[in-house]
């Protein structure tokens, strides 16, 4: 990943979340809980979905690939954060730097995208209830996963082509606990305004646009429920208010963020940990203790290896 010759800064300096070595050692007790407690809870919902065949459905696979997402989205940044606590002197390498933007905004387009599927994958089931076999099948589930990949890749690769070519000569203290793009295009030694704008449209379009066609299709899902009077619809109400709450908490900082993508505040920092180690717990918490059938495969799968006599 090579940048400008006119480039210096070969490193930056993370300024992270505190300079107290107290304050640095109760963050990362619970930092660590956090992280860890969202990985296993990630793997564990993957390895439900795919050893359970009632879970062999649309809605569980496109889960199972939110799980994989979050997991990559828990280790872009937070392992790095845990161990620049007990580091005094926090430092990123240029391509490292760099690595964490790509990645960053990969996940997080991808998961986008993945919950508009999701969303609209509960349209059709609420919706169409009689076409949904025919509608939401496999293949294509594999095509939503597909294209919310790649389109979270193009979305990246859109802010790294600009970004890496940046010329960094002077400033490399990046106020956060990762390499947050608005404070990393602020550090080039150049008038960024343009490029301030380019990355504002760009992320904004996509969030915004996602988030647009959710709340949309969340509307038509509600009115359908509450016309319905078969006992279904509490159970299609308890998952459509699941997929609510995360999309609003997972957009709601990100929206936040390009609002007021360059006027920093301390708060800032604060959501930006909400975002990247808080969020990818969002999917075992709230998907899945919440849901009858996630928690019925996970008793089954405990008591096939408790007493697998009996199974």
Known sequence: MAHNNESTVSEFVLLGLSKSWGLQLVLFTIFFVIYV????GNIMI???????SHLNSPMYFLLSNLSFIDICQSNFATPKMLTDFFVEHKT???EGCMAQIFLLHSFVGSEMMLLVAMGYDRFVAICKPLHYNLIMNRRVCIIFVSISWAVGILHSVSHLAFTVNLPFCGPNEVDSFFCDLPLVIKLACMDTYKMEILTLANSGMISLSCFLALIISYIIIFVTVQRQSSSGSSKALSTLTAHITVVILFFGPCIYFYIWPFSRLSVDKFLSVFYTICTPLL???IYSLRNEDVKSALRKLRNSHINP???
């Open 37 to 40: 407690t969202s990985v296993l």
């Open 46 to 52: 993957i390895v439900i979905i795919f050893s359970d």
């Open 92 to 94: 990123i390498s240029f």
């Open 283 to 285: 999917n075992p918490i």
């Open 309 to 311: 006599g009996k199974n």
